[in-house]
């Protein structure tokens, strides 16, 4: 069973992945999330990036639907979404395949200088793809960057988002990585 806070948590998250805005999740979604990214890059959509992540997101969209999907109409309702995410947070080897493999594509497609850390302006750049504004981005990095290196490591990242994932403590800087809920 989901907490408060990681419900609101997972509804922010949900309204990230919904390109469109229409309250709900489809294909599409994954694929202009896919896109979007490989526009960053300004890369062709053939690029390893663009592929390695849209391949994952079309994954991601499968294992959703699957599990998710009640009413089979490939159409994820934030109700199915917040169901599917129970099932991941209590099963170890699905948050495994699920989040950290996404989030570790994520880190190497932003990590742009290829130094093993995420900057402000490349965390800045990542949040853009799911339209946070700079301002916020700016700020959440702050408050990230705990120990003030003004970088981000890939094990930093990985702890975050575990800590955004589990965490209930209404504080902690991870619950707002990716804006406020």
Not at 56 to 69: K, N, R, S, V
Not at 156 to 171: A, G, K, M, R, W
Request: hydrophobic share 40%; with cysteine; proline share 3%.
């Amino acid at each position: 069973m989901l907490t408060d806070i990681q419900t609101r948590k997972l509804t922010k998250l949900f309204h990230l992945y919904d390109t469109n805005g229409d309250g709900v999740l489809v294909q599409q979604d994954f694929i202009a999330l896919a896109t979007r990214l490989a526009e960053f890059h300004q890369e062709g959509q053939s690029s390893p990036h663009h592929t390695q992540i849209l391949t994952h997101l079309q994954h991601d969209w499968l294992c959703l639907c699957a599990a998710a999907d009640q009413n089979c109409d490939a159409r994820i309702t934030l109700e199915e979404w917040l169901a599917y995410y129970t099932q991941v947070l209590d099963d170890m080897k699905q948050y495994a395949s699920r989040v950290i493999a996404l989030v570790t594509l994520l880190f190497d497609a932003f990590d742009q200088d290829n130094d093993g850390q995420i900057s402000e302006q490349e965390w800045v750049s990542l949040l853009a793809v799911f339209n946070v504004q700079p301002i916020y981005a700016r700020s959440i990095f702050i408050n990230l960057d705990v120990n003030q290196d003004d970088c981000l490591s890939q094990d930093e990242v990985l702890t975050l988002i575990h800590d955004f994932f589990y965490i209930n403590e209404p504080s902690a800087p991870a619950n707002f990585m990716f804006g406020p809920y």
